[in-house]
């Protein structure tokens, strides 16, 4: 065959695989997840910076798995997740749509980034690569496997450049409420109505109180600089009989947090670490504020809305909460 017949080939046998291909995994035998903590997520955005799964308490997460070279499947998820995302009205600012790319030799971060884009721009691209990609889709219980043209129904003919191949990969609808906990995984065959409803269900429910038996924790503030530091600031109540302490802390955006107390000493202010943590006397208060106790936020990463908090407590143990977050000029607690 001559070379032209054999590159007409190749394109017709492309158009068949991309039509063909493409394949869903049957979404019928998908079925709702019993409710477990979301498999950690953590990967360049497509658009730049990073995105970590672990940042986006408080929000619902709408997560889905494809590729850019997928003609039929992919596109009609992504359109369903805008047509759900818009139909949300003013509560979408609380859902993160994230497509995962299952193709990432093809699917370059600017590729991805233009395709994901196209269908809002607020969704999110995510691009891995092998023991990380592998990894994820573990976790999430993914298949995705390449599909090449029948090789020996077309020994005879060479193809020029590269075998086009299709991707198979399973076709689902992943929700993650606002704890950061793996809800519900719906099959691609779920109507908009239903997918819709899931997500508002998720909206609709409120974090559990930032308190555990003995201790809780009012009116958290972060309040975050240019210099990527900042402080939180709250008041602890000890409703316990017995005294407690607040010995560390962690932070979804932050590589550091540390237990500090200014103190004065005529004009001049010192920044004092408190290793020691801050004791919280039986029945009593101790106020975290400007000027005095607070937690020192280190290396924040961006500029996020809220920030995911776990205080650790000698004998209460861990406190999780979702502290809003405001940047210079805001109005302090």
Same mark, same amino acid.
């Given at each position: 065959? @001559? %070379?032209?017949?054999?590159?007409?080939?190749?394109?017709? #046998?492309? =158009?068949?695989?991309?039509?063909?291909?493409?394949?869903?995994?049957?979404?019928?035998?998908?079925?709702?997840?019993?409710?477990? /903590?979301?498999?950690?997520?953590?990967? &360049?955005?497509?658009?730049? %910076?990073? +995105?970590?799964?672990?940042?986006?308490?408080?929000?619902?997460?709408?997560?889905?798995?494809?590729?850019?070279?997928? &003609?039929?499947?992919?596109?009609?998820?992504?359109?369903?997740?805008?047509?759900?995302?818009?139909?949300?009205?003013?509560?979408?600012?609380?859902?993160?749509?994230?497509?995962?790319?299952?193709? !990432?030799?093809?699917?370059?971060?600017?590729?991805?980034?233009?395709?994901?884009?196209?269908?809002? /721009?607020? +969704?999110?691209?995510?691009? #891995?690569?092998?023991?990380?990609?592998?990894?994820? $889709?573990?976790?999430?219980?993914?298949?995705?496997?390449?599909?090449? /043209?029948?090789?020996?129904?077309?020994?005879?003919?060479?193809?020029?450049?590269?075998?086009?191949?299709?991707?198979?990969?399973?076709?689902?609808?992943?929700?993650?409420?606002?704890?950061? =906990?793996?809800?519900?995984? #719906?099959?691609?065959? =779920?109507?908009?109505?239903?997918?819709?409803?899931?997500?508002?269900?998720? $909206?609709?429910?409120?974090?559990?109180? @930032?308190?555990?038996?003995?201790?809780?924790?009012?009116?958290?503030?972060?309040?975050?600089?240019? @210099?990527?530091?900042?402080?939180?600031?709250?008041?602890l109540v000890n409703t316990a009989g017995g005294e407690d302490r607040l010995v560390s802390a962690e932070a979804s955006s932050a590589e550091r947090v540390e237990l500090h107390e200014?103190?004065?000493?005529?004009?001049?202010?010192?920044?004092? !670490?408190?290793?020691?943590?801050?004791?919280?006397?039986?029945?009593?208060?101790?106020?975290?504020? /400007?000027? %005095?106790?607070? $937690?020192? #936020?280190?290396?924040?990463?961006?500029?996020?809305?809220?920030?995911?908090?776990?205080?650790?407590?000698?004998?209460?143990?861990? =406190?999780?909460?979702?502290?809003?977050?405001?940047?210079?000029?805001?109005?302090?607690?």
């Amino acid at each position: 065959m @001559a %070379g032209g017949g054999a590159r007409g080939l190749l394109l017709v #046998l492309a =158009v068949l695989l991309l039509a063909a291909g493409c394949r869903r995994d049957k979404a019928e035998g998908l079925a709702a997840v019993p409710e477990q /903590p979301a498999p950690a997520l953590e990967a &360049p955005r497509a658009s730049g %910076g990073r +995105f970590r799964l672990s940042e986006q308490r408080g929000k619902v997460v709408l997560l889905s798995f494809g590729y850019t070279a997928c &003609p039929d499947v992919c596109p009609t998820t992504l359109s369903q997740l805008r047509r759900v995302y818009e139909q949300l009205g003013a509560a979408a600012r609380d859902v993160e749509v994230v497509f995962v790319s299952v193709d !990432p030799e093809r699917d370059s971060a600017e590729r991805l980034e233009t395709y994901v884009h196209a269908f809002h /721009p607020r +969704f999110t691209g995510l691009r #891995l690569e092998g023991d990380a990609l592998a990894a994820v $889709l573990s976790g999430y219980r993914v298949t995705a496997s390449r599909r090449y /043209p029948d090789a020996t129904r077309y020994r005879e003919h060479r193809f020029a450049g590269d075998i086009p191949y299709t991707v198979d990969h399973t076709g689902a609808y992943f929700l993650i409420d606002k704890r950061g =906990v793996l809800r519900e995984r #719906l099959p691609y065959s =779920v109507p908009a109505e239903q997918l819709r409803a899931g997500v508002e269900r998720l $909206l609709s429910e409120r974090e559990p109180r @930032a308190s555990v038996p003995g201790i809780q924790v009012e009116g958290a503030l972060a309040r975050l600089t240019p @210099a990527q530091v900042g402080a939180v600031y709250f008041t602890l109540v000890n409703t316990a009989g017995g005294e407690d302490r607040l010995v560390s802390a962690e932070a979804s955006s932050a590589e550091r947090v540390e237990l500090h107390e200014v103190v004065a000493e005529g004009e001049i202010l010192r920044m004092l !670490p408190r290793p020691e943590g801050f004791g919280v006397p039986a029945g009593g208060r101790v106020e975290l504020k /400007p000027g %005095g106790k607070h $937690l020192m #936020l280190y290396s924040v990463r961006g500029s996020p809305e809220s920030i995911r908090l776990t205080l650790h407590f000698e004998k209460a143990g861990a =406190v999780q909460l979702t502290v809003p977050a405001s940047g210079p000029g805001a109005d302090g607690p």
